[in-house]
């Protein structure tokens, strides 16, 4: 599993978040909150997130 | 226009108190004497790289050493808390890119006011109480968010557990970018052990990311070392007022722009209880089913900073998890959620699972620190 995994929103059939699958947090797409900037640094890394179920 | 006394009309034609501004809240920091502590309470924990213990305040360790940060009520004269770090493990050889440090974060639309990057920018004076078991001169600096421009400081803290009030007054930065966003705008730090790489030459601005000046005392070189502070406040003007007390009420909604949870204050997030958690569904009339259930936006307290990361909890304290029941027949943990649409007001989410239910509910943490 990777660390990261994409969460489709029920409602809009869209993806709406990111969970980090070692701490189960939910992580929103937003630029501002530090924990997505930690996101794109794992992908700009080379890691790729897991699609969503 | 000359500043008048008058017994009947008062003082007119002040324009300021001590070239800051007259009345309402002249402390920037939040949580300056370190009465919120939302996430671990009053017990001691370890640090990590951007690990917030005590509200509004975050800490890096990167090294052979290690500390942590604790909510304490051992104060100077007139408060009730302060932050207590304690050295567990010694870096007798500190690496030139080792650090170990503490720092304040402001946000960017907080300090707007101070001109940061322009040639009108402020005068400031920062203050604290301090000790430590060890003597001499102790290192910090302030920063901008890109961490490219810098102003190391020392302070000296002449006697060996024993309070001391300490103070910096410097004309912040006239180059430079200082953010006046949601985001970072200024930061100041405590060094507790940085190496060569981030020390820096003391009272004036520079480019570069350091932590301190040279020739700092190293907290980190001495295992069980003790270094306390609290009574921090950063003002406007060229003199270090008296601390501004605010009311504990205040000081928490402050801090939940930031980090909010719905567990009661005193109870940390993943404690086993019911108290505060998020009733969703709950149709006591339906049959019970496995099937999805979703359930009202959930609001914050406080608006918050950005849109936060949410952690989610059972009843049993696991996280990633809510608790699924059918009322008077049974509950169970461990069940799935899905935490969807945050916002900076609320967020939602949905839940299904093999557990037969008619309601769910869960507690949650919701982060948007700097």
Redesign the interface.
């Known amino acids: 599993m990777a660390k990261y995994k994409k969460i489709i929103n029920l409602i809009t059939n869209e993806v709406d978040c990111i969970q980090d699958t070692e701490t189960t947090a939910f992580i929103p797409i937003k630029a501002g909150n530090t924990d997505y900037q930690a996101v794109l640094k794992w992908v700009a890394d080379g890691n790729t997130i897991e699609e969503a179920d | 226009m000359s500043l008048v006394l008058n017994g009947t009309t008062g003082i007119t034609n002040l324009p300021s108190i001590n070239s800051g501004q007259i009345g309402g809240s002249r402390n920037l920091v939040i949580n300056g004497e370190m009465q919120v502590s939302q996430r671990v309470g009053t017990t001691a924990t370890a640090t990590g790289n951007?690990t917030y213990i005590i509200d509004r305040y975050t800490t890096f360790a990167s090294g052979g050493a290690a500390y942590t940060v604790q909510q304490v009520t051992d104060t100077p004269a007139g408060f009730k808390n302060a932050a207590k770090v304690t050295i567990t493990t010694a870096d007798s050889s500190i690496a030139a890119d080792a650090y170990a440090l503490m720092q304040y974060r402001a946000e960017g639309v907080d300090i707007a006011h101070l001109n940061c990057g322009t040639s009108d920018a402020e005068t400031v004076t920062l203050s604290f109480w301090v000790k430590s078991s060890l003597t001499g001169n102790f290192g910090g600096a302030m920063r901008n968010s890109a961490a490219d421009r810098n102003y190391p400081y020392l302070y000296n803290i002449a006697q060996a557990n024993t309070w001391e009030k300490k103070s910096i007054t410097l004309t912040l930065d006239t180059t430079g970018t200082w953010l006046t966003t949601?985001?970072v705008g200024l930061v100041f730090m405590w060094d507790f052990g940085s190496g060569t790489d981030f020390q820096g030459t003391a009272d004036q601005w520079q480019a570069g990311n350091f932590h301190s000046a040279g020739s700092q005392v190293k907290l980190t070189s001495t295992n069980g070392a003790t270094w306390y502070v609290t009574g921090v406040q950063l003002e406007i003007g060229s003199t270090a007022t008296d601390f501004e007390h605010k009311s504990f009420g205040e000081e928490l909604s402050l801090c939940q722009r930031y980090y909010e949870k719905s567990y009661d204050y005193d109870v940390v997030a993943g404690t086993t209880t019911y108290i505060g958690m998020h009733l969703m569904g709950g149709n006591v009339a339906a049959t019970a089913g496995t099937s999805?259930i979703?359930g009202p936006t959930i609001p914050f307290q406080v608006p918050k900073?950005?849109?936060?990361?949410?952690?989610?909890y059972d009843q049993a304290g696991n996280?990633?998890?809510c608790q699924r029941f059918q009322l008077g027949s049974h509950n169970t943990d461990n069940q799935a959620i899905?935490?969807?649409?945050?916002g900076t007001n609320n967020f939602r989410y949905?839940t299904s699972s093999s557990s037969n239910s008619t309601g769910t509910q869960a507690h949650f943490t919701a982060?948007?620190?700097?």
């Open positions: 951007n949601t985001a999805h979703s900073r950005d849109n936060p990361t949410i952690v989610a996280s990633g998890k899905s935490v969807q649409s945050i949905i982060d948007s620190e700097l």
